[in-house]
């Protein structure tokens, strides 16, 4: 087979995308539903009576289990990838999941999801498999190999389980690339821009600053900093929160007995905050189990408020990466924007302050959605690597590595070996003996961080150095060599001198899953095979066929249906039918292409579908109810559902 | 005792089999990617050995090898091939970091030719009054103990006027000394450049304590700085 496709993915805490170069613009590539956002929540089904194992369901159709059935679906995974026990235990104050009740210190922390348990890395492998297939079903030809963003303050353990989760999925991961970097490559594919660059990121759940230097082509980093634990998520729990302890104090009803609840709850928060971003007040309007009635204006100043100590948190990490990159902020040519949280105005108005921007005439740059730049940029970034287009063969990111490494040293402090903000590949040489004659182990313990303590550091393995000649203490002479691969990823070696050996070294990493672990743990899917793919493929153009002629099947019993001219309805029985006599074939383009023909046939339909919607709301029914109500007319998601009411 | 790029033994290209010096890092027969050479950091760049460097030439010649160089233009690549990429492309990195930094490259190349210097952040450099050089001694006691005062101050959640503006002054004038003492060393680079094997010497000698004494100064700016909290 010719090397197919590289496409790129962000794996992002609140929704992943994937995208590809087409020609010289990188595009999103929509998922059945026609949506260019896949929620990062994954849902577990009942389990079959039959005892087989549930399906894994992901992204919108998950996100529906929520409210149903919140103890079998996990989100915002990205927080917990790369963890030990204890932060995660710690992260799940605010989360509703569980934690596997045998974990054990050292080990991988596994999340209870209904029956059964899962790492971090396989949830986040399902949400890149349901990627895999949706850019497999537009190209209509398997998808092996891929580039997966990762936010730049992301450490070794944290990349190391990405990289896992695209293995488990059954993607080469060609090349993790920085979040903020990848926003940078596709605002600057258009332009042949020379000048520096901050971009400025913040996600559901993690945010990133970083500084770039833009020349012929060549976006070199300067400097990157962060905080993996800073985003949206923080403001939604801030949010829920506050509800929780009002509705408590105002109703006496203690909502965390009621997962499903919290969850509404916690639903509503979103929108209160996405409405803030556009509207002067939001309200809360929710029914307890009790029956009562939550209710609760938000007005946008009390919003800003409330969420200055968090958006507060990004400043200091701004100002730490101008500082290493010597850079004034006034010397910032220009500001880049990433990320859903940035659409909040408050957040608008500290990058302004951060960067001086008003003042100089100038404004960030918003132009391309925040919620897609990511993924934009990581189809750049494939196209660089796949090293077949003329649009990209003259880019080259060059990225650092967001975090000092260092080895612990006498008296549990740290001996710096490579600076944070270095470029990537990086590596240090160091050399080590033996304290004891005889000795034929050496322990060499790696951290990552800034701090002085290797305590206070984040650990990042233990390396046995063994196998070394017996020899008088302090006559041995190992050379180990670490090197930061292009990832942001450490690998190491290591060499006895005086003997010439080589001496045997054991990479323990100190947290995540070791090479036999992935392996057990790749999706049992019929990826690879050729045929099964075919055989997927067809599965998949029936069941969408099968969608929009169960929903054409119910639409004479619409009211909107009668305002449809005989044309019209001859149009759609015509297509219909003939979607039916496809659907008899094997071939499945052709089932697709006859499902397209009869969507769009049925297209004004369903506009009037979303207009009866619309009047049934001014009418006096929620928007909600009347979502609902539509929801029983049409299976979603099918592109002639109306268009989801959040 | 220089380490010369020419003392490199030849081998042979892995894919044109043509004889090569180790030293570079593509065949200049065939244009493939070589293993990593075991070569100085300048002659990376294709320098010998000095310390007036053209900056921009240097950020020039950076960019031009990394553009063929980069593990993301061996992507698709043998395993080899990647490998070495990789590797070449590090010891690039490292190479570009070290030189185009003036205290590091300085340090490099005393490295190089075998002076011992201290470790940029080794603590212990500080406490050692072996190390507070002769003519600051003085002063620096003076200093030690204000900084004590500031510091004791700060948990009680005094504040003294005199004291802030007496350590502000202390700051100013050791920023003059460690100024001076970066001027001094550019006027021994081109000593070193362009001397013969005797004023090379002397210039070296002259760079280590100079270097000496500016990694002291650095740590009790940053020791100052830290305590004013600034």
């Known amino acids: 087979m010719a090397e197919g496709r590289v496409v790129g993915i962000d794996l992002g805490t609140t929704n992943s995308l994937v995208a590809y170069m087409q020609g010289d613009a990188p595009v999103v590539i929509p998922g059945v539903d026609g949506s260019n956002l896949v929620p990062s929540v994954v849902a577990l089904d009942p389990m079959p009576a039959d005892g087989s194992r549930p399906t894994v369901t992901v992204g919108n159709s998950a996100r529906k289990a929520l409210i149903e059935t919140p103890e079998r679906v996990i989100y915002s995974v990205k927080r917990l990838m790369g963890r030990s026990l204890e932060e995660v235990r710690n992260e799940l104050k605010f989360f509703p999941f569980r934690l596997a009740n045998d974990a054990e210190a050292g080990e991988v922390p596994r999340v209870q999801l209904g029956e059964l348990r899962f790492t971090p890395p396989e949830i986040s492998a399902y949400v890149l498999r349901q990627l895999k297939r949706n850019a497999e079903r537009f190209f209509g030809a398997p998808v092996t190999q891929a580039v997966i963003t990762v936010p730049a303050y992301f450490n070794d353990a944290q990349r190391q389980a990405t990289k896992d989760a695209g293995r488990m999925a059954g993607l080469e991961v060609l090349r993790l690339v920085n979040e903020p970097t990848a926003a940078a490559l596709a605002y600057g594919l258009d332009r042949a821009k020379e000048g520096t660059i901050a971009v400025y990121d913040l996600g ?47 109703h006496g009803v203690d909502l965390h007995a009621h997962p499903s609840a919290v969850q509404g709850l916690r639903k509503a928060a979103i929108d209160a905050k996405i409405q803030l971003s556009t509207e002067s007040v939001a309200q809360f309007d929710i029914e307890l189990p009790n029956g009562d009635r939550y209710q609760r204006e938000i007005p946008r100043e009390v919003f800003e408020q409330l969420i200055e100590p968090i958006l507060e948190r990004t400043a200091a990490p701004c100002k730490q990466a101008l500082a290493d990159a010597g850079i004034a902020p006034e010397k910032i040519d220009e500001v880049v924007m990433v990320g859903g949280s940035t659409r909040i105005p408050a957040v608008r108005q500290l990058v302004d302050e951060l960067f001086h921007l008003s003042a100089r005439g100038k404004k960030p740059h918003t132009e391309l959605n925040p919620d897609e730049v990511v993924a934009l940029g990581a189809a750049v970034q494939a196209d660089i690597l796949a090293g077949a287009s003329k649009t990209t063969e003259e880019m080259l990111l060059l990225d650092v590595t967001p975090l000092s490494l260092g080895i612990e040293a006498l008296g549990g402090t740290v001996a710096r070996i490579i600076q944070r903000n270095s470029t990537i590949p990086a590596s240090a040489t160091e050399h080590f003996t033996t304290g004891v004659d005889g000795q034929t182990n050496v322990a060499i313990h790696v951290v990552q961080g800034e701090r002085e303590l290797a305590a206070d550091c984040r650990s990042l393995a233990r390396f046995d150095l063994k196998g070394i000649p017996p020899m008088s203490a302090g006559l041995p002479r190992i050379e180990v060599r670490f090197l930061i691969d292009a990832d942001g990823i450490l690998q190491v070696s290591a060499r006895e001198q005086r003997s010439g050996q080589a001496a045997q070294i054991e990479v323990k990493p100190t947290y995540g899953l070791t090479d036999e672990q992935v392996e057990s743990m790749i999706l049992d899917s019929f990826d690879h095979a050729e045929e099964d793919f075919a055989k997927r493929l067809l599965i998949e153009a029936r069941n969408e066929a099968d969608t929009i002629l169960a929903a054409v099947e119910r639409a004479p019993q619409n009211p909107a249906w009668q305002q449809l001219t005989s044309n019209e309805k001859a149009a759609i029985a015509l297509a219909s039918d003939y979607l039916k006599k496809a659907k008899q074939t094997e071939n499945a383009p052709a089932i697709r292409e006859a499902t397209l023909i009869l969507d769009h046939a049925t297209r004004r339909f369903a506009e009037l579908m979303m207009e009866s919607a619309v009047t049934t709301a001014i009418r006096g029914k929620t928007m909600n109810a009347a979502g609902e109500e539509l929801g029983d007319e049409v299976t979603a998601p099918h592109p002639m559902a109306p268009a989801e009411f959040k | 005792m220089l380490k010369v790029i020419d003392s490199a033994v030849p081998v042979a290209c892995w894919s044109c089999s043509v004889a090569h010096n180790d030293a570079t890092l593509f065949c200049p027969h065939c244009s493939k990617i070589q293993p990593p050479p075991g070569s100085d950091f300048f002659s990376v760049f294709g320098l010998t050995p000095r310390l007036n460097l053209d900056l921009p030439e240097l950020e020039h010649e950076f960019h031009r090898l990394s553009r063929r160089l980069h593990p993301d233009r061996f992507a698709r690549a043998g395993e080899n ?88 002054q202390a700051k100013r004038k050791f920023d003059g000394l460690l100024d001076e003492v970066d001027h001094d060393l550019r006027a021994q680079w081109q000593a070193w450049d362009e001397g013969d094997i005797a004023v090379r010497q002397s210039a070296q000698k002259t760079m280590v304590a100079l270097l000496d004494r500016r990694r002291y100064l650095s740590n009790l700016v940053r020791d100052v700085t830290e305590t004013l909290g600034v």
């Open chain 1, 204 to 250: 559901g759940g993690t945010f990133d600053i970083s500084i770039l230097k833009l020349r012929d082509g060549i976006f070199e980093v300067q400097s990157t900093n962060g905080d993996t634990h800073l985003g949206g998520d923080d403001i939604d729990n801030l949010l829920l929160t506050i509800a929780l302890d009002e509705i408590y104090a105002e």
């Open chain 2, 81 to 168: 091939e990647k490998q070495w990429s990789l590797a070449d492309t590090a010891l690039l990195n490292d190479a570009y970091r070290t030189l185009k930094e003036p205290i590091h490259r300085t340090e490099y190349l005393l490295k190089l030719h075998g002076a011992e210097i201290g470790e940029e952040h080794s603590g212990k450099d500080r406490k050692d009054p072996s190390r507070v050089p002769a003519d600051l001694l003085e002063e620096v006691f003076e200093l030690n103990m204000q900084l004590e005062e500031m510091r004791l101050e700060r948990t009680t959640g005094e504040a003294d006027p005199v004291l802030q503006a007496s350590l502000e």
